[in-house]
């Protein structure tokens, strides 16, 4: 079975703190992508990252980044000094059988000024 | 650079009505998934086409019909509609199903409600 679990339902910080959104993942491919998308409040899916399964580089984007651990099957995406703009929520998705995207139930988080 | 269009960006229903909705998907882009994402919900898939063929089914009700024309633009049917219909609807295409070519990109949704 293929599942993808956010653990973290919301998440509520202040400006310019760091903060971690946790996704971890079960597959029985040897072969995966992973992915973040980013949904504002106006809906659309903003892709982010996607990271295969023999990549387990770390990738940093300006603010953003994530970390990848196969031996844990985590996929943790990393906000350095947080900004009001960065309020979302934001889902990690597995590739799954046929190629469709298998999500997690999402995070989200509140930046406060 | 173009991507993925979707009409109507918002549609009005009344239970048991029907509607239609359509995804262009980039050019050259082969195949098309229709996702479902209920109000506080994750995405769900409902169905993809490759080449114009149903290449992949999940949770779409048998209410549901979609395909894939000639030109690769998709259409999902939606009958005899019910409140719980009422939801964001992404479509996402990418070009060829093997997992070193598959980038999906997304549309914008329609959002679908049902009164």
């Known amino acids: 079975a293929q599942k993808v679990t956010q653990a973290q339902t919301e998440i509520s910080v202040v400006e310019k703190e760091d903060v971690t959104l946790d996704c971890v993942y079960e597959t029985r491919d040897t072969t995966y992508y992973l992915f973040w998308y980013k949904q504002p409040p106006s809906g659309e899916l903003v892709f982010l990252i996607r990271r295969n399964s023999f990549d387990e580089q770390n990738e940093i984007s300006g603010r953003y980044s994530w970390n990848f651990q196969k031996s844990t099957s985590s996929f943790n995406f990393t906000i350095t000094a947080s900004q009001v703009v960065d309020s979302a929520v934001y889902f990690c998705a597995l590739e799954g059988q046929g190629f469709s995207f298998i999500f997690g139930k999402g995070t989200r988080l509140l930046v406060k000024p | 650079a173009a991507g993925v269009i979707q009409s109507p960006r918002h549609l009005i229903k009344e239970k048991r009505e029907t509607a239609t909705l359509k995804c262009y998907p980039i050019?050259?882009?082969?195949?098309v998934y229709w996702y479902q994402q209920g109000p506080g919900q994750d995405p769900q898939f409902l169905i993809s086409?490759?080449?114009?063929?149903?290449?992949d089914k999940g949770s779409i009700p048998d209410r549901f019909s979609a395909q894939q024309f000639s030109d690769y633009h998709s259409e999902l049917n939606m009958s005899s509609l019910e409140l719980g219909d009422s939801a964001l609807y992404f479509c996402?295409?990418?070009?060829?199903?093997?997992?070193?070519?598959?980038?999906?990109?997304f549309g914008p949704g329609t959002r679908l409600t049902v009164l």
């Open positions: 996402a295409s990418s070009l060829g199903r093997g997992a070193v070519s598959n980038e999906q990109f």
């Open positions: 050019p050259r882009h082969d195949t």
């Open positions: 086409f490759y080449e114009k063929m149903q290449s």
